[in-house]
């Protein structure tokens, strides 16, 4: 508290940016795996993609090391966006006395993080489709083949205009919107939880990362299904008139992967969703908790 939503904005920024730097080569595993085996029967397909460190390591042998941190510029350009309207909005609503009320902090971080998806959008369809693309040997989705984040956001406006730049945004706004959710309750409980206790002292470091590792399971279990769904609606290859020639939407994409490749193609890629969100959530909530108090 004690932070002006406006000052909040740009922290929340900051502090996804800087955790999106260190997390990145996990995304791109994450969303390798995701798309691996799409809408095929368990088995019935190759796997150049096993588990999170072969998978890492396959990465490496395709596209060099730098290949791990394929659509970084992107993903930084999203978490920008997408933290820092996320964490104003929180803040707006902490400030407005929502969150003292019982589920206020759940209701106040779904809300804020689906008009932080919506928002930031664009940025997450570029990124997914720059993540996805590698060589023949070891390509998994559709591979959309945008030579850098420019020339694939002029490439998507210039076939599909404005609508395009949106496509997908049906799975990321519940996907964003779960995840915030139990992101920002299960930090806040977690932390006073600890503190309450006298395991760590309020305001401490420990305190504050103890939170957010709390978090960053709540988050994993939660959010891996949406995540699965954003990532193919967002990679999926599109017709003449932008739409999507894999899945009509968020529910038909549900349904497919369920009756195609199980309910736990729906929990593709959670080592890698969990190995990816715990730091990620550990470090953009410590970041955002230290720049608020400075």
């Known amino acids: ?7 909040d904005l740009v922290l929340g920024a900051a502090a996804g940016c800087l955790a999106c730097v260190l997390t990145n080569p996990l995304e791109v595993v994450k969303t ?10 368990p088995g019935s397909y190759p796997r150049p993609y096993r588990g999170v460190l072969r998978a890492a390591a396959a990465v490496c042998r395709a596209d060099g090391p730098r290949g791990l941190q394929k659509g970084l510029a992107a993903g ?9 309207v996320r964490f104003y909005c929180f803040s707006l609503a902490e400030a407005a006395g929502w969150t003292r009320h019982p589920g206020g902090t759940v209701a106040a971080g779904a809300v804020a993080g689906a ?26 989705g559709h591979q959309h083949n945008h030579e850098n984040i420019s020339a694939a956001f002029r490439s998507i406006y210039k076939q599909h205009g404005v609508a395009g730049l949106w496509r997908g945004v049906t799975g990321a706004v519940p996907r964003v919107a779960v995840g915030s959710a139990a992101q920002l309750a299960t930090f806040t409980s977690a932390k006073d939880w600890v503190c309450e206790r006298q395991w760590f002292s309020e305001g401490s470091w420990a305190a504050v990362l ?3 590792m709390v978090s960053g399971v709540a988050v994993a279990v939660t959010m ?11 990679n999926q290859p599109v017709d003449a008139d932008g739409a999507g020639k894999l ?3 968020f529910l038909d994409c549900i349904l497919q992967i369920s009756s195609k490749e199980g309910l736990l193609g729906l929990y593709k890629g959670i080592g ?3 190995l990816r969100l715990g730091p990620h959530t550990v470090l953009s909530l410590f970041f955002w908790d230290e720049l608020r108090k400075m």
């Open 32 to 41: 390798r795996l995701q798309l691996q085996g799409e809408l095929q029967p």
């Open 1 to 7: 508290g004690g932070v002006p939503p406006a000052v």
């Open 224 to 234: 891996t299904p949406f995540d699965v769904i954003s990532t193919r609606l967002y």
């Open 210 to 212: 103890a939170g957010g």
């Open 115 to 140: 008009v932080g998806a919506f928002v930031g959008s664009p940025a997450y369809l570029v990124k997914t489709h720059l993540q996805a693309q590698t060589v023949s040997a070891v390509a998994v």
């Open 272 to 274: 890698a969703v969990y």
């Open 76 to 84: 930084l350009l999203y978490q920008g966006l997408m933290n820092g």
């Open 247 to 249: 899945y009509r939407g």
